[in-house]
């Protein structure tokens, strides 16, 4: 599977697609094209459930990226990095990929914010959005607080137990309780702990500053964003509420045919991953965008998608010239169009302060506690230890009554 590099940033991004060879010269021009941005800390290891779907498989060329600190990507902690870097990143990966129009999948926190930002500085180039596992523009309290512990706590672990405590939090957010198999889970926090031990904390960082330092779009940024939308949520999510999403749809009062809303009675956070949930995101998935390739063919006219420049640096110049608008700053026209940093909205006393953060955990991050062994691989399972209490967080309990079977529809107008 493919690197692609991006010199100017010196990033190095991990992709993989359903093509022969993962060579994008074999994308079938006649299926769409489908851009999938993978959920909240994980990497896209864990969209098997999109590529192994025939119903996404047979129908259309998938393709997906490892975001910055995730994965196998490779790539510089910077203090500049937000959302709307973020946003940048998709348009860079799209252009050098020379993929053509595309639909846009989009999981979790972070994804969701980078993909509408994306549609507000890059028109034209996605045919539609699928947003799941919808945020509020801003945490509520208890959960911004949630979020700095259990940092502070997985950063500096001085052991395994303590970096297992900081997993089981962060997997009852995104998953609650006995929702991923045996399996699943000691896959998912494996892949933490390789990604994001101790000695690799400034990375964690970096992800987490994306949550903390977000900024609420004002309504004449989400009246920039026109692609047809379509929002999928659990009512059983930790973090985010239904209430969430339908403001975000009620916001989004400019898609072309209305921002549509599912509800998954029981889904929780994460929502791509899961069994219990996968096979309705796919299944929405493949619906609403055949149901846009369809009204694309009907009313051409209506639908054109914008000529893509021949070189990068026009592409995004474009960007920074929407950018230098929403920001009310003519400056910001003559920064660097290649670097995604070029379009950090972070003022100068955020960047300043990242600055300090990122010193502060880079300091002794090499010689921090690891909790891999010689062959990259965890100490221990996590089964192995939190047997039969999977998800039960310690600091919450159990937050939620699943009497209600997970999979059962809730039809939001």
Known sequence: MPYLDLAKDKISIWYTTNLKNDNIANLDRNK???LILHGMFLNTRFLAPQFNDPRLNDNFNLIAY??????KTKNPVSPYNDLWCQAALIAQVSFELKLPPFHLMANGMNPVAAAM???ILFPGRCLSMSLNSIPGPLDIDWCAKAYTDLLQLWSFAPNLEQIEEACMEVAFFLFGENVLTKEQTDEVIASWMQAWAPTRRSHLLDLAALISGRVPL???????ITVPTFLVTGDSSVVHTVKMAEDLQESLRNARGGCKLQVIRGGQECLHLPQSSAGFVNRF???FVTSVERDMQENPDNNAPVPLPKKLSEYMKGGLDVLAELMDDQKVKKREPKSIFSFSRTPAEGVKGMEAFIGQFKNGEKQAFSPLGKDGQPLRKFSERHDNQLFLSPQHGNLRDHSTAVGTMIDVP
């Open 32 to 34: 769409p094209t489908i």
């Open 66 to 71: 490892d975001a910055m600190s995730c994965g």
């Open 117 to 119: 930002r994306f549609n």
């Open 218 to 224: 004002t309504q004449a940024e989400y009246d920039r």
């Open 285 to 287: 998935l493949c619906q």
